[in-house]
């Protein structure tokens, strides 16, 4: 059953948070329950879905006389508790469910018609998450957002909408459950402050997390005992990770210890225990808080008070299989002019993972960190141009075709602390390479740089990098204080950019740090 990716939560939150709407979570109750029927579905070979389930020896005392009556007969000479039933909808455990279900959902949201300024509006399914929906006027411009996870929806709109997305949910599907200002949903925190600004966090998880008893000798291997007591706290801390980027790189050096598990000591369970606990007294402090803008995004042409940032880092051999460490962050930047770097910033999406191929170099792995960063960059762009612009209305491959071909709305800034990176991608010819895969890497990433969507590159000092601490086992400075102020920006920064396609200029910039009366 298809859920909305992370990405797409966050990006409802920034677009709630840019548009002014409210934030709300609405729950569906007895979801499974009120999924398509098994006799609408179909097998991969054309045949009926059918399911069937033995009931319980006493549920027949439940049941009326005439049910009772009717098996029966049905049973003639074989005892009717025996029989067993033929299920009409799909029940909790059964793996049709979610997918029927979410499948009768998604058809009542898209057939679910909105009455707002005298228009009759319906939900348009994103191209890139077919969880997550949009509510347009005719002039093109967004009234909501909204994406969906199992029985629960994330909403953000106006009131009027709301309200009626309640009663048409309620009428349909029962009672539902609606929450806004603070709550829970999919399990993180969500909070809505008084000036429209969210904050997100796993703060509840968190503090519900206990570390495990070390039942042995710190020398000692771990076994089969053992082993289960570091896949349970490296497990909560790998989904600690998608809240806490400033303790990506201590998880990721932690999750390495689950290769050969039954060997490994006991010493790695009372490392993963210290990561925990160092995560639970900074656990208050430690929120991702989305601020709001004095600007909204356009609906049409350049926006030119926004840029999307993105900071690739990578840690050579960091880990003790060999491999590198390579981190990123994808912020949403409010511009302070066309020679800015950083800003007052929405986090869009970050993570930390182990270098897809051994690399010979901190160069290659610094290249390395940089593609898969841009790669996630590259869908962003196009997402949040459907979101601030709305879709082609093409169908099919033509749609996506039309996205493509159509002018830039936004420039990409990329920000790496290899010079030698740096120098590489925007240096008028293109170096020798001995390793010729590498060399079509680095062809790539100029390519990316000279036609789109990259539009600037930026090398800045490794004691301006953001995501330093998501590729490498050190106490975080950086992410704690963005925690607080959702603003980075490094002290100096070389930076080269397209003006034209095939055209790079480039500039060097000395950034002075602001100081913001209001923070989190």
């Known amino acids: 059953s298809p859920t909305a990716a992370r990405t797409a939560q966050r990006l409802l939150v920034s677009t709630c948070v840019l548009y002014g709407f409210e934030l709300s979570s609405i729950d569906i109750s007895t979801a499974f329950l009120q999924g398509m029927n098994l006799s609408d579905m179909e097998t991969i070979t054309g045949e009926q879905r059918r399911a069937c389930v033995k009931p319980p020896a006493d549920i027949w005392e439940f049941l009326p006389q005439e049910e009772i009556d009717k098996a029966a007969r049905k049973a003639q000479n074989s005892s009717w508790s025996d029989l067993i039933w033929n299920l009409l909808k799909p029940a909790y455990g059964l793996k049709d469910a979610p997918l029927l279900w979410i499948m009768n959902l998604c058809k009542f949201i898209k057939e679910m018609v909105i009455k707002y300024a005298g228009e009759s509006l319906v939900w348009i399914e994103s191209l890139f998450d077919e969880s997550t929906f949009y509510l347009r006027n005719k002039a093109n411009t967004l009234l909501a957002m909204m994406t969906v996870h199992v029985d629960d929806l994330a909403l953000a709109t106006f009131p009027e909408i709301r309200k009626q997305?309640?009663?048409?949910?309620?009428?349909?599907?029962?009672?539902?459950?609606l929450q806004q200002n603070k709550f829970q949903h999919t399990g993180r925190d969500y909070e809505q402050h008084s000036d429209g600004s969210v904050s997100t966090s796993l703060f509840t998880f968190i503090e519900a997390q206990k570390s495990e008893p070390i039942k042995d000798k710190l020398t000692a291997k771990l076994g089969k005992t053992g082993a289960t007591s570091l896949r349970s706290v490296n497990g909560s801390l790998q989904y600690i990770s998608s809240e806490r980027p400033d303790a990506y790189g201590k998880i990721s050096v932690s999750q390495e210890s689950m290769n050969d598990i039954e060997n490994q000591t006991w010493q790695t369970v009372a490392n993963a225990n210290l990561i925990l606990e160092e995560i639970k007294v900074t656990n208050v402090t430690s929120k991702l808080w989305y601020p709001v803008f004095d600007k909204q995004p356009k609906s049409t042409g350049y926006n030119t008070d926004f840029?999307?940032?993105?900071?690739?880092?990578?840690?050579?051999?960091?880990?003790?299989?060999?491999?590198?460490?390579?981190?990123?962050?994808?912020?949403?930047?409010?511009?302070?002019?066309?020679?800015?770097?950083?800003?007052?910033?929405?986090?869009?999406?970050f993570n930390s993972r182990k270098s897809r191929r051994v690399v010979k170099s901190t160069w290659g792995a610094e290249m390395h960190a940089l593609i898969s960063a841009l790669e996630r960059a590259e869908r962003i762009y196009y997402w949040l141009k459907e979101i601030w612009q709305g879709p082609s209305g093409i169908p099919g491959i033509d749609r996506v075709e039309t996205m493509i071909n159509t002018d830039s709305y936004i420039a990409v800034q990329a920000c790496v602390d290899c010079k030698g990176l740096y120098d590489s991608i925007t240096s008028p010819v293109v170096g020798s390479l001995t390793d010729m895969s590498m060399q079509l890497y680095?062809?790539?990433?100029?390519?990316?740089m000279r036609v789109g969507p990259l539009s600037e590159l930026c090398w800045i000092e490794t004691h301006d990098m953001l995501v330093d601490a998501q590729t490498k086992w050190m106490d975080d400075v950086l992410w704690k204080s963005f925690y607080r102020t959702s603003y980075w920006s490094p002290s100096e920064a070389t930076c080269t950019r397209r003006r034209d396609k095939g055209q790079l200029e480039r500039f060097t910039k000395t950034l002075v740090a602001l100081t913001y009366s209001f923070l989190h």
């Open 307 to 349: 840029k999307i940032l993105v900071i690739s880092d990578s840690a050579f051999k960091n880990l003790k299989s060999k491999h590198s460490q390579g981190g990123y962050a994808i912020l949403l930047v409010r511009s302070e002019g066309a020679d800015s770097v950083g800003g007052l910033c929405h986090v869009l999406e």
């Open 165 to 177: 997305m309640s009663a048409q949910l309620d009428k349909r599907f029962g009672k539902t459950k």
């Open 442 to 448: 680095l062809i790539a990433l100029r390519e990316t």
